[in-house]
């Protein structure tokens, strides 16, 4: 993966932490993780909708496909080959399929 990818530091344990403690709080913080970006995703939906309204409204097309290249270039870069599958369900999620 690119190494401008963004970190998040692992949570302090305590050295005598239990492997069962360990775990159930990693996976609090990964169900946090995963409401933000699910917020996020949501967010990216209503402004993906807002651009198509507004460009159908200017006689343009829903979709933009070069603006889409750019998209799932920017995740392939970001998470290697994943990020195109990511990439891809993203935009599906924003504009529907095509």
Not at 53 to 64: D, L
Request: glycine share 6%; with cysteine.
């Amino acid at each position: 993966m690119s190494s401008t990818q963004p970190t998040s530091p692992a949570a302090p344990q305590s050295p005598a932490a239990a492997p069962d403690q360990v775990i159930a709080d990693t996976r609090a913080r990964i169900d946090d993780v995963d409401r933000r970006i699910i917020a996020l995703i949501t967010e990216r939906v209503a402004l993906s909708k807002e651009v198509q309204r507004t460009r159908i409204a200017a006689g343009g097309r829903r979709v933009q496909l070069t603006r889409e290249m750019d998209v799932i270039g920017r995740y392939r870069e970001a998470l290697d080959k994943p990020g195109t599958e990511v990439a891809m369900a993203l935009l599906e999620l924003c504009r529907g399929r095509i």
